[in-house]
């Protein structure tokens, strides 16, 4: 079953802690994860995965299969903010579903 947009949580999406942004050098799409504005909450994780395989679906039909660059804006994050789970989970999706999907993984303030 492919995940539309009516299937993530409005509250999460208003969030701002992921989102779709202009690109890299390379012409890739860059996929910005927001780390200060994610606050590690079990009853909302898979909300929050659901969300993140939406945006890679959806990414991955808009770039026709091509890579994309995920970033991480950790500036003003903190141990709070560091969900580990979701991290894992997004290791895998990429690892198992979107093997050629990364050009670059960023991180910003770390």
């Not at 679906?57 to 808009?62: A, F, P, V």
């Amino acid at each position: 079953r492919t995940i539309t947009e009516d299937d993530v949580d409005e509250e999460d999406k208003k969030s701002g802690g992921l989102y779709s942004r202009n690109r890299d050098r390379d012409g890739c799409k860059l996929l910005v994860i927001c780390v200060r504005k994610h606050v590690k909450d079990a009853s909302k994780s898979l909300a929050r995965k659901r969300r993140l395989i939406y945006y890679l679906e959806r990414l991955d039909r808009e770039e026709k299969g091509g890579q994309i660059t995920l970033m991480f804006d950790c500036q003003g994050g903190g141990m709070k903010n560091l969900d580990l789970d979701l991290i894992q989970f997004l290791i895998q999706v990429m690892l198992n579903y979107y093997p050629n999907m990364i050009n670059y993984v960023l991180v910003f303030e770390m």
